[in-house]
């Protein structure tokens, strides 16, 4: 995790430097979450896919209150909660990017980013990823989902932020103590957040450059839950039926994806 920390707006800077959270905003996570916390993070890539495919593999989506005009409800709420989650990390990486994949698969921070969606929620990314497994759980709508599931990513997620403040803290100290005080860890501070927006320039190049890979997989997960559950629920018809609605979107998307990887192979989306 890295990038370049720099001073916000001057609206946004007034409205950090007052405490969201106090003292309970630098209180440590448990220290046991810290062995877990760097187990998941390095591992997270084979981790969290298996563990998702093998909570998929061993439930049947059910409808949603027995009904197929409810259960369509909730997938529409699963897709708008996974899709909320895609578009925080784009909000996030547009303004501000920094690198969650550590140094050889550890902990690691060059510098303290406090800019951009980081002046008002500690791991903005995180809690993206999190609305986008919570979302294709609500799509699944099974039992072991939500009891093993949602727990599950919960801890890892958790653990996760327990390993990152732990380094963090002793690698910056006071500033980034300082920093605890004024911004809370997962929930957003909304104070300051139009300054913020309004004195950052987008950066969609490095959007597209660093999540077309992650955004392509994400929507691919979506609708190849819709087909699972369309096959579960209604067979051989119900899956052709709702096949037909949903590949010219994969169809599209997959063209977006070719286009995204030759422009970045070229160069076209600057570097880094």
Not at 24 to 45: D, E, I, S, T, V
Not at 155 to 180: Q, T
Request: charged share 20%.
């Amino acid at each position: 995790m890295s990038g370049a920390a720099s001073a916000t707006g001057a609206g946004d800077a007034e409205a950090a430097s007052r405490p969201a959270g106090g003292e309970r905003a630098m209180r440590p996570l448990p220290a046991w979450l810290l062995p877990p916390g760097h187990f998941f993070f390095k591992h997270r890539n084979w981790v969290f896919p298996l563990v998702f495919l093998a909570l998929v593999g061993l439930t049947f989506p059910r409808p949603f209150l027995g009904s197929m005009r409810a259960d369509l409800l909730l997938d529409a709420v699963g897709v708008a909660v996974a899709l909320s989650g895609q578009l925080l990390r784009a909000a996030v990486i547009g303004l501000a990017y920094i690198r969650r994949g550590g140094l050889d698969k550890k902990v690691y921070a060059d510098h303290l980013v406090v800019e951009g969606f980081f002046a008002h929620s500690r791991n903005p990314l995180y809690v993206g990823n999190y609305l986008a497994m919570v979302g294709l759980f609500l799509i699944h709508n099974s039992p072991l989902g939500y009891l093993v599931g949602i727990p599950f990513y919960t801890f890892a997620y958790l653990a996760i932020v327990a390993a990152e403040e732990d380094f963090l803290r002793r690698k910056f100290g006071g500033e980034y103590d300082a920093y605890c005080r004024r911004v809370p860890r997962f929930r957003l501070r909304l104070a300051g957040l139009g300054a913020t927006l309004s004195s950052m320039e987008f950066d969609w190049r490095r959007l597209v450059r660093k999540e077309y890979g992650s955004t392509f997989s994400g929507a691919t997960a979506i609708l190849g839950m819709l087909l699972w559950e369309a096959w579960r629920q209604g067979g051989e018809t119900a899956l052709r039926g709702r096949a037909a609605v949903l590949a010219p979107v994969w169809g599209v998307l997959v063209v977006l994806y070719l286009i995204a990887r030759v422009l970045k192979k070229r160069g076209a989306l600057g570097k880094g």
